[in-house]
């Protein structure tokens, strides 16, 4: 009997595949549908510290100065309350949710500064959740503020959910940090019991017949999962988190290498929003098949085994893979020339 059941945060889940924060999940009855295709754990869609600080009644210091900064992105404030509920209909999600399923629900944040708002993480725990997601989504365009100062920041937002909660957190990270090894380490010691690989980055489009820019969303590419596989592998067994794959896992094999690679868990969405809930079905099978035939008993004997750490050729996630793969592209397709 092959066993599918794994660990994430200290959360017993039946099997390694996550929800990933999505429209998928901002029901009950949507979270219930995930469960009966076997969904283990789902994370619910974020709520976002600009919503939070505007909320607020007891104004202090902290949350006055943090409405000034969210001034201008505050605009979009009741689009936001359509797409999660706002805060107090988050938190009557999350108790229904634990009431009627029994999988782990995890709250997703959506914030940047280590604000007041970081309490509220509180009153999500005591709601039911199983643990908690932040998702750091800052785009830094002011030139002056350096990296150090950034991370700096980052460290310090996870400091404040760690000392508001005592359910687990999970760092959602971007890709963009020029050393994310050492910077998913001090997020790790800053008190996360998991980072989550990687945040894709939406990116607006010009209208160049309107002069206008445009919101775009784009779903996600198996080719995506790529980056997520090397980032894990080289970070597993060098932090203490747990690591979570999200961006590009849409079939079987994207989760058993995402595992391979050392992560806990693979998240889906955009898969799902393609497919259908019922994908599910599908991917659970492909995984337990390949198993058998590859003779594999457990998701976690299988952890880790493709990390960086594991492998015989350890050099293929570092430089030297960057120069062996461009040499063997030439060798493959020999150019044509014309002069
Ligand atoms: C429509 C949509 C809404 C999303 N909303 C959130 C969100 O509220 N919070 C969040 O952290 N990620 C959000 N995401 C990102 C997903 O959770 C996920 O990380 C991303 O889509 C990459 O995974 P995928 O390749 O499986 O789609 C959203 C994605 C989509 C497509």
């Not at 999505?22 to 949507?30: E, R």
């Not at 505007?54 to 104004?59: H, I, K, N, T």
């Not at 970070?235 to 690591?243: E, L, P, Q």
Request: some cysteine; overall charge negative; aromatic content about 8%.
């Amino acid at each position: 009997m092959i066993d599918l059941s794994t660990t994430y945060r200290g959360l017993a889940l039946k099997n390694p595949i996550v929800a990933s924060a999505s429209p998928l999940c901002d029901s009950v009855d949507k979270i219930r549908y995930l469960e009966a295709h076997g969904i283990a754990a789902v994370v619910l869609p974020s709520l976002f510290e600009e919503q939070l600080i505007l909320d607020s009644e007891s104004v202090d210091s902290d949350l006055s100065r943090g409405a000034e900064a969210f001034a201008e992105s505050s605009s979009f404030l009741p689009e936001l309350g359509d797409y999660n509920l706002g805060p107090e209909g988050y938190l009557e999600l999350i108790r229904k949710a634990k009431r009627q399923v029994s999988i782990p629900i995890i709250a997703s944040l959506n914030g940047v500064t280590p604000g007041g708002w970081v309490r509220y993480a509180r009153e999500m725990e005591q709601a039911g959740a199983d643990a908690i997601e932040l998702n750091i989504y800052s785009l830094v365009t002011d030139p002056s503020r350096t990296a150090a100062e950034v991370e700096k920041d980052y460290c310090a937002l996870v400091r404040k959910l760690r000392e508001n909660l005592k359910i687990p957190i999970a760092v959602k990270l971007s890709q963009f940090f020029s050393a994310v090894a050492n910077f998913a380490s001090h997020i790790d010691t800053s008190g996360a019991n998991a980072i989550v690989l990687f945040n894709r980055f939406y990116q607006p489009d010009l209208d160049i017949n309107q002069l206008e820019v445009v919101p775009t969303i784009t779903l996600s590419h198996p080719s995506e999962l790529l980056l997520r596989l090397h980032w894990t592998a080289v970070m597993y067994g060098h932090i203490s988190a747990d690591i979570a794959v999200t961006g590009g896992v849409h079939r079987a094999e994207d989760v058993l290498k995402s595992v391979m690679a050392g992560a806990s868990v693979a998240m889906m969405t955009s898969a799902l929003l393609q497919n259908g809930v019922a994908h599910l079905d599908t991917v659970l099978s492909g995984i337990q098949q390949w198993m058998e035939e590859h003779e594999y008993q457990s998701i976690d004997q299988m952890r880790g085994s493709m990390s960086q750490r594991n492998v015989p050729d350890p050099a293929m996630y570092e430089r030297a893979n960057y120069m062996r793969v461009l040499s063997s592209y030439a060798l493959r397709s020999p150019v044509t020339r014309n002069s």
